[in-house]
């Protein structure tokens, strides 16, 4: 017959396993992030979760939904921009979604389109110029569509054709792996050739101004 004192002994057992595995879970995670996501969720505390996003903001993912806080987001988002993946919806803020492009540009991807606005998608263009691809096309202008183009000659595929003009087209063929096809027809002949690129690019020469 198992008396209330045996009760207590099992308690206090099963509690000191507990508290024993969280410590080994805490410095494991200390020493390696990832294996957040093989903590069982009952022994997912603030403080381990914390220590894990601290270390690369997209353990974030692996954070029960109930401890994720505005405080932990913002962190994540600090650590890697694109963590901004794993914040829960109704935690995206302004200010949040900014910290993220301004960390990874291409987080513009995982920003609610109510939160981009001209200055929120020019600070992601900025650092990242594929971010363009992200960008609604009311905020495509000439200005930040140039700003792209200059931050990664790629972005050229994202630029609608009746803003590219020769010059942005010439900076990302000269500089970019795959410009001249998303050059359009009518500026292939403009100014410029693939024969003249070529020689051009032999020379080390950027004709990059209109």
Known sequence: MITME?????KQVLKNVAEKTLKQWM???K?????LARVPDALKTPELCRIAVNNHGCTLEDVPQKLKTPELCLAAV???GWALKYVPEELKTAKLCLEAVECRGWALEFVPNALKTQELCRAAVKESGLALEFVPEEFKTAELCLVAVYNHADALKYVPDTLKTPGMCLRAVLTGDDGFESVPAALKTHSFTLEEIVRTKGRGKLLFDE
């Open 78 to 80: 600090q650590s890697v």
């Open 6 to 10: 045996d009760s207590e002994m099992t």
């Open 27 to 29: 410095a494991i995670i």
């Open 31 to 35: 020493k390696d992030c990832s294996e």
